[in-house]
T-cell receptor, first 111, second 116 residues
Framework: QKEVEQNSGPLSVPEGAIASLNCTYSDRVSQSFFWYRQYSGKSPELIMSIYSNGDKEDGRFTAQLNKASQYVSLLIRDSQPSDSATYLCAVQGTNDYKLSFGAGTTVTVRA | EAQVTQNPRYLITVTGKKLTVTCSQNMNHEYMSWYRQDPGLGLRQIYYSMNVEVTDKGDVPEGYKVSRKEKRNFPLILESPSPNQTSLYFC???????????????FGPGTRLTVL
């Protein structure tokens, strides 16, 4: 079973600041990495996917992947109160179609 | 409207009483999956299906069964529920395995199950 670990949080940041979320994974052959956002009482929604080393930017979100260090992160720039949610890191390996999730990091953006 | 539906949304049952949670998608997706979500443990995959009549175990399949007789439906069956299966369950679907850049998973609204 692949293990996916996230910084436990909760993470509280002031409005306008950068929120930094970290995720490490145990399966070295993992190839696909995702960040989901889950508002309280709602289902997860995909916000970022990344497949190769480096940075990927989408609006205020930047995902960073380092396969050698087995590390993937998510930066939220100019954090807004609407970004307050739990962020889930998910990892998929090459040899199967299972998706493994971390426990999530809860982010609160203070107005 | 493209969506994944689950029924029931809430269920309280007793140990040993067989139950089925239905999942249906209207997007002609090939890949469907069931997850359970527990505090501190995140989402854990129970079973997934690559297509009709093709299913495989996820990370926590014990105590669950699934079937995929039609492309749109992927029911989750608990033949003899136990209290440790009390959880929040999500069904999800995508065009293909979640690995691809165009295979975003869409999640259903969730089913909160309590087994007494």
């Amino acid at each position: 079973q692949k293990e996916v670990e996230q910084n436990s949080g909760p993470l509280s940041v002031p409005e306008g600041a950068i929120a930094s979320l970290n995720c490490t994974y145990s399966d070295r052959v993992s190839q696909s990495f995702f960040w989901y956002r889950q508002y309280s009482g709602k289902s997860p929604e995909l916000i970022m996917s990344i497949y190769s080393n480096g940075d990927k930017e989408d609006g205020r979100f930047t995902a960073q992947l380092n396969k050698a260090s087995q590390y993937v992160s998510l930066l939220i720039r100019d954090s807004q109160p609407s970004d307050s949610a739990t962020y889930l890191c998910a990892v998929q390996g090459t040899n199967d179609y299972k998706l493994s999730f971390g426990a999530g990091t809860t982010v609160t953006v203070r107005a | 409207e493209a969506q994944v539906t689950q029924n029931p949304r809430y269920l309280i049952t007793v140990t040993g009483k067989k139950l089925t949670v239905t999942c249906s998608q209207n997007m002609n997706h090939e890949y469907m999956s069931w997850y359970r979500q527990d505090p501190g443990l995140g989402l854990r995959q129970i079973y997934y299906s690559m297509n009709v009549e093709v299913t495989d175990k996820g990370d926590v399949p014990e105590g669950y069964k699934v079937s995929r007789k039609e492309k749109r439906n992927f029911p989750l069956i608990l033949e003899s529920p136990s209290p440790n299966q009390t959880s929040l369950y999500f069904c999800a679907s995508s065009a293909g395995p979640p690995a691809g850049p165009y295979n975003e998973q869409f999640f259903g609204p969730g089913t909160r199950l309590t087994v007494l």
